[in-house]
């Protein structure tokens, strides 16, 4: 039961990760077009840099005031977070399971 468990968590992970992809890079378009100073602030290649990611779970782009930005940016976030939690709770549970 707690490695199946642990394979829900993991495809929890998935999911986040697939919402990740869409919203992800639409916010960095966004960020482009209408930011360059943010832009040059997340750096080159800012999808797979995980300053920029820490910079998004952390809300960032609240200073911004820009509401478009605010619509791309958080669905990015929740999905980020759902990830992560995805990833440790299967982990945890995958510990666990050796244990017992």
């Known amino acids: 039961m707690i490695l199946f468990l ?3 968590f993991l495809a929890l992970a998935i999911a986040g990760a697939t919402a ?26 800012a999808f797979a840099r995980p ?10 782009y609240r200073a911004m005031g820009d509401r478009n930005l605010d619509g791309l940016a958080t669905p990015a976030r929740i999905s980020l977070w ?9 982990g945890l ?3 666990l399971s050796l244990v017992t």
């Open 51 to 60: 300053s920029a990611w820490y910079w998004l779970l952390r809300g960032g």
């Open 82 to 90: 759902v990830i992560i939690s995805g990833l440790v709770g299967a």
């Open 6 to 8: 642990a394979l829900l």
């Open 93 to 95: 549970l995958y510990l």
């Open 20 to 45: 990740f992809v869409i919203f992800w890079p639409l916010m960095l378009v966004h960020v482009r077009d209408r930011h360059p100073d943010l832009q040059s602030d997340l750096g080159s290649n």
